[in-house]
Every structure is written in structure tokens, then in C-alpha cells.
């Protein structure tokens, strides 16, 4: 009996040891150099292949390992540009043979560095056949030393607004101003930096994410021992072989933070993730040119990253016994094959350039064909982890902005970090309605070429596995309501839209009464106007922006005596064409000029930049606005209809821009075309928000309010 109690107490003991280790957190992390040892090598993320022997700055595989007692993780970042999945799978197997963590608990993503060796090819590059064993040894080789390290420690989450140093680079072209894609079709109504030129361009295709947030990890003691940063900026630049503002922020945090570290200890390791940003640079062209070419060298701005990312980690708070929770999914996604003429036409050009390498973008395209048919379909691989109360959800893609918004407002842990080309390569992939405006984020090929509803697909995904591992369900986002949003409500509309949505085609109607359809030729979730009163707590009020597209809309109980209020962003150069654009129709979709009612913002004919309303009839008169609406500004408009009783207010304004008795009552419909014409003639190019329809007359003062005043 003493042998066993003596075995019970040892073994209640082991148990409790047990228990108190699954609670601990433990980390580890390391350096490795993966600069390429023979040189030259291939480097891709250009259009055409290029070879390089020079090294500016070397390249590192920075591993970040961490164990809670119960599961084990690794999380990598690589300077490369981007890294196919069957290398990573390869890497990752490699790595769990000589470490106690499984591949499928390995997260390994690429900076997007565009001056790395090519471990995957792209467009005009191959793969460096010399260069992808090197890298498969070393990304194994990093996260075995990162384990080899691990120790006590805890962790926190810091995140900080750094929206100077990035901004949207796909930009809405004019409708009149269509280019040609490399198939010869004139497609593109939107590309990367055509808000270069103002005279072409309408505005930003989507939005930007500031946020650059830090994980950052320290011992038990307060040793700073890594911090992992995420940004969404694409990339800078830089000449030769580079790890680009990846590499260097992270060794500025290393310079800034190493200091405390002792000599004896594993040096602190800092790392910088790509975040979604297949449409963001740094350059701002809202600005004028002489204020975009103005800025910082390379080393200037990744200094003052590091500067912007110390004022969030000295405020971060830290957990010594965080849950760990991984979870994977693997989807089979089809390649956008060419159609049997594009595929002929491919072939024609390909048998043509023979073996050497594509020498212009057709030829590249056309390469880019053939490889797609030939595959079909590919294996994506999507992961979530969750650190306490940390979220960390990946693409293996060049995501959008938008993307990672969605995915950050309806986690259902509040601190989230978006990681995109993690686990592969998988190129662009454009939200839905960025395919019908083009583009080379659109065009098919390797670097673009999934389904058109991939997207939709890897972001579900993702939220379902946020789910599994926070063990709580998705946040349902909704725009918060500040004091402007208020004062609509006060008014009792018979239909709001706040324009709000991530995506179409619905446009729910705040007041429910009746949600509006989004046509096809939508963005969506653009800043919008004054956020300080239209939200709460620095939330950005959200817009859409119309590219062609229509807000369809039908409003039962609205008679020829009511007010429409609404927001207008009118994106059309001044005289660019006869009318700015039409933002409002009211009459039988498709219904003439004649047969409708129609508000809109002047061109280059009479009433310039001012707006116009034209009532229904062969004989009615336009009606001129007396103040001049300046492009790429918010303004306030309403539309107040008493029979033939016209008046138009701007801004709040209690005195009237219009005011007219019609000859004719105007169509007494419930069918409303935001957007647009009934027509569809001339529709508007630029945001629109916050629209609220009433059915009765309301006073100036009454109008005041909605515009925020």
C-alpha cells in the first residue's frame, strides 16, 4: 500500500507539472542568411526576365517559434518575391523531420521583396533552378534553430495608424479613356498607377489598410526576444539584390531594441510580413506630382516605419499563458483557361519565340495562356492562428486591401493580423467586381489566373477557420452611427443607404424598408464623407464609388411630394464631357430623357461644375445650380419635390441652388437609379453615400442637419 500511494502522489505530481507547463508560453527565434551563394541569379517580379550578380543588402529567413505546452507552431518570413506551394510543402516536411512541430502548423510567407533570387516562376522569369535547394535547406534549417532556442516568455499585440506610408495604386480610369489589355481587347478601366495622370483617372479602385500592427515577444523577464510586423505597402524598390523596406525595418528594429539584449542570449529577431496590398504603394496620387515624386529615400522610410512601430510596442501589454490554436484548409481552385481562339492565338505567338524568353507583354501573355490550359486547376493552402487573444489569418496570394479589411472586421478576435503570399504563391486575386473593370491584377496568367470567384472563396475560408480556432463565431460588421447618421434616423426616412457594404449586390437599407440591388460597375468600401459625425471612435465612414454601374432601387410610398438626400464625390475632369455625370434618375429603367427625372453635376456645356436637374418632357428645361462643385470633394445635395415645385439644396445651405416651378408633374414611380440615368446615359463617375429617401417635404433647416451641420 505505502509502494502505492507513493506512485499515486509521483504521478497526481506529473500531472500537475503537466498542467502548469501547457499554461506556460515558450518562444524561440532565429536568423537565417539565404542570401544566394552563387551568383548571377534570375530575379522575378518584373514583366520580363532579368539576371542579377550584385548583392546590396543580404536576404534572411527570420523564424519565430512558439509552444503554449500543448501545440507547437513556427511562423517564417523570407525576402523573396514569392514562393510556390510545393516548395514550401517540400521545406515544411523537411523542417518537421528535424523539429517536434508538424507541417501543418508551419507558417512560412515571402516579404515580396521584387529584387530576390526567383524561387517560383512568373510571367517572363523562370525559376533559378540553382537557387530554389538552396532555399528549401535554409527555410528548414531556420525553423530548427528557432526551435533550438525556446524559452520562458509572453506576448502582446500593438498596433499604430501609419497611413503616410502607403496609399491605393489601382485607380478607375475614364470611361472614355479605356485601354487595351495584352489580347487586344480594350479592357482596362482601372490599372496600377493610372492616378499618375489626373487627367485620365476618376479615383481609387478600393481602399487602403494603415494599420501596421506587432506581435512582438519577450522573456519572462522583459528581454525583447522578436517582434513580428505586418504592413500593408507592396513594396518599395531598390537596385541589385535587396530584401527591400522588409529587410531593412527589420534590422532598424533589431539596431533599436538589440541593445538590451545580453551577449550570452539568442540575438532578438524582428521581421516585417507582407500585408494585403496587391493594390497599395506608397505613393499618394491624391497629391500633386510635385508632392508624390517628393519623399523619402528607401532607408529614410523604413526608418521612419521603425520610428511609428517603436510608438506602438512601448505601449503593448503582454500575457504569459496565451492558447494556441492552429487550424489549415487546403482548396482545389480552377485556373480562368483561355477559350479555344485565345489558346490558338497563343500557340501561334508562342511557336514563334521558340526557345528563347518572351520579349514584350504579348509574348509573355501568350506564354502565360498555355501554361494555364495545361494545368487546369491548383491546390491553395489557407491558415489561421490564434496566440491568446491574437488572430493571425494568410492568403497564399497578392490580396487586395479590401480583402484584408473584410477579414479584420469580422474576426472574432479583435487584434488580427492579415499575412498574404503565406504557404505559396498563388498570385492576384481582385475581389469579384474589380474583374469587370481589368486591368493587369486581372489579366490571366500565373500571377492573376484563379477563378473569378477566388476571392470570396479564400476569404470564407479564412473567417471559417478564424472561427475554429477562437472557438467564437464571426463579428457581423456594421458601421457604427455617429451623430450625422443620428440625424437621418430622427427624420424617419423611408429608405437609408449607408453604402456601407464590403461587396454586391445587395444595399441593405438601414431604415428596412426595402434593400437596393448594386448592377455590375461598383466599388466598393471608399472612404466617405466626415467620418467624425457620420461615425463613432475614429471608425472611416465607408462608401461606394460607381464605375458604370447603377444603385437600382425602388421605394413604395413615394409620391411627387418628397426629399432625397445623398452624398456626391464626382471623380470626371472638369469639360471632360458634355454633363460631369448623372447621379439620380427616377422613371422606368431604360425610360428616355423624356419620360424621367434626372440629377446631375454639369460638363463642359452650360452650368459647368454646377449641378443640374431635368425634369420629365420633351420641353423641360435644365435647371442650373448657382455654385460650383469642385472635383474630389464630399458634397451635400438634396432634392425636394412638391408637385411642380422644384428646390435643390447644396451643403446645407438654408437658400436654395435651384428653385423652379416645372410645366409638367414628373413621373409619380417608385423606381429610383442612383448612380446613373434611367436611360443609362452618362452615368456618374464617383462615390455616392449615405442616400435617404422621405416621403414628405422637409424644411431647410431640417435638410441642414443631414448635411452634418
Known amino acids: 500500500m505505502p509502494a502505492c500511494r507513493s506512485l499515486l502522489a509521483l504521478l497526481v505530481l506529473a500531472l500537475s507539472v503537466g498542467a ?41 529567413a527570420r523564424a519565430l517559434v512558439l509552444d503554449d505546452g500543448k501545440e507547437r507552431v513556427a511562423i517564417v518570413v523570407v525576402d523573396s518575391c514569392m514562393i510556390p506551394r510545393q516548395l514550401l510543402d517540400e521545406a515544411k516536411a523537411a523542417a518537421s523531420g528535424r523539429t517536434k512541430i508538424r507541417p501543418e502548423r508551419m507558417l512560412i510567407s515571402a516579404t515580396h521583396t521584387h529584387s530576390a533570387p526567383s524561387s517560383m516562376g512568373c510571367l517572363g522569369t523562370d525559376v533559378d533552378p540553382n537557387y530554389v535547394p538552396y532555399l528549401r535547406e535554409k527555410l528548414a534549417e531556420a525553423i530548427a534553430s528557432a526551435e533550438k532556442n525556446l524559452e520562458p516568455a509572453r506576448i502582446g499585440f500593438g498596433s499604430v495608424d501609419a497611413a503616410e506610408f502607403t496609399a491605393p495604386r489601382r485607380w478607375i480610369r475614364r470611361s472614355d479613356r479605356v485601354a487595351e489589355d495584352p489580347f487586344g481587347n480594350p479592357t482596362v478601366r482601372a490599372n496600377m498607377h493610372a492616378g499618375g495622370d489626373w487627367d485620365d483617372a476618376v479615383g481609387e479602385a478600393g481602399p487602403e489598410d494603415p494599420e501596421l500592427s506587432l506581435i512582438a515577444v519577450q522573456t519572462s523577464d522583459g528581454r525583447p526576444l522578436a517582434i513580428l510586423a505586418n504592413f500593408s505597402m507592396h513594396y518599395f524598390g531598390d537596385e541589385a539584390l535587396s530584401a527591400d523596406y522588409f529587410g531593412l525595418f527589420s534590422e532598424g528594429l533589431k539596431t533599436r531594441l538589440a541593445a538590451v539584449a545580453p551577449a550570452d542570449q539568442p540575438p532578438f529577431v524582428a521581421m516585417m510580413s507582407h500585408g494585403c496590398s496587391g493594390d497599395i504603394w506608397r505613393r499618394d496620387y491624391t497629391k500633386p506630382k510635385d508632392e508624390q515624386l517628393a519623399g523619402r529615400s528607401i532607408d529614410e522610410y ?17 500575457a504569459g499563458d496565451p492558447t494556441i490554436a492552429m487550424a489549415e484548409e487546403r482548396m482545389n481552385l480552377r485556373y480562368r483557361v483561355p477559350d479555344k ?23 509573355v501573355y501568350a506564354r502565360e495562356q498555355i501554361l494555364l490550359h495545361e494545368r487546369q486547376s491548383t491546390e491553395v493552402v489557407v491558415q489561421a492562428l490564434r496566440i491568446g487573444d491574437i488572430a493571425i489569418a494568410t492568403t497564399p496570394n497578392e490580396t487586395y486591401a479590401l480583402s484584408g479589411l473584410k477579414l479584420k472586421l469580422q474576426s472574432p478576435l479583435a487584434n488580427t493580423m492579415v499575412i498574404e503570399l503565406a504557404n505559396g504563391g498563388d498570385g492576384y486575386i481582385p475581389p469579384p467586381e474589380q474583374h469587370l473593370l481589368g486591368g ?11 477563378e473569378v470567384e ?17 472557438d467564437e463565431p464571426r463579428k457581423q460588421f456594421v458601421q457604427s452611427r455617429g451623430p450625422a447618421a443620428e440625424a437621418v434616423f430622427a427624420l424617419k426616412p423611408t429608405a ?30 471608399l472612404e466617405g464623407p466626415k467620418p467624425d459625425v457620420f461615425c463613432r471612435e475614429g471608425e472611416k465612414n465607408r462608401a461606394a464609388h460607381f464605375a458604370g454601374g447603377r444603385l437600382n432601387a425602388r421605394v413604395p410610398g413615394i409620391d411627387d411630394r418628397y426629399t432625397l438626400s445623398l452624398w456626391i464625390w464626382n471623380g470626371m475632369p472638369d469639360g471632360a464631357r458634355d ?23 454639369g460638363g463642359a456645356g452650360e452650368g459647368q461644375g454646377k449641378l443640374i436637374y431635368r425634369g420629365s418632357g420633351e420641353a423641360s428645361e435644365t435647371l442650373f445650380g448657382t455654385s460650383r462643385v469642385e472635383r474630389w470633394t464630399w458634397n451635400h445635395v438634396a432634392l425636394v419635390r412638391d408637385g411642380r415645385q422644384i428646390r435643390v439644396y447644396l451643403n446645407g445651405d438654408l437658400q436654395p441652388e435651384i428653385e423652379a416651378t416645372l410645366e409638367r408633374e414628373g413621373p409619380i414611380v417608385d423606381q429610383f437609379f442612383f448612380g446613373g440615368r434611367c436611360d443609362r446615359e452618362t452615368n456618374w463617375e464617383g462615390r455616392l453615400d449615405e442616400i435617404a429617401a422621405f416621403d414628405r417635404i422637409l424644411t431647410p433647416e431640417e435638410i441642414a442637419t443631414l448635411a452634418g451641420d
Open 440 to 450: 493587369y491584377n486581372t489579366w490571366a496568367a500565373r500571377s492573376a489566373g484563379l
Open 496 to 525: 437609408y443607404w449607408r453604402l456601407d457594404e464590403f461587396a454586391g449586390p445587395r444595399a441593405i437599407d438601414a431604415a428596412k424598408n426595402g434593400d437596393a440591388i448594386y448592377e455590375p460597375g461598383v466599388v466598393f468600401f
Open 20 to 60: 502548469v507547463a501547457r499554461g506556460e508560453l515558450r518562444a524561440g527565434a532565429a536568423v537565417v542568411d539565404v542570401t544566394p551563394i552563387g551568383l548571377p541569379v534570375l530575379v522575378n517580379g518584373g514583366m520580363l526576365t532579368r539576371s542579377i550578380g550584385t548583392v546590396k543588402t543580404p536576404l534572411h
Open 454 to 470: 477566388a476571392e470570396p472563396k479564400i476569404v470564407e475560408a479564412a473567417l471559417r477557420l478564424l472561427e475554429q480556432v477562437a
Open 341 to 363: 481562339q485565345r489558346l490558338e492565338w497563343a500557340q501561334r505567338v508562342v511557336a514563334e519565340i521558340g526557345d528563347r524568353p518572351p520579349k514584350d507583354t504579348r509574348e
Open 579 to 601: 454633363v460631369s455625370g448623372w447621379f439620380l434618375g427616377r422613371g422606368q429603367d431604360y425610360a428616355g430623357a423624356g419620360d424621367a427625372e434626372s440629377f446631375g453635376l
Open 302 to 318: 523604413s526608418q521612419a516605419l521603425v520610428d511609428r512601430a517603436l510608438s506602438a510596442y512601448e505601449q503593448i501589454e503582454y
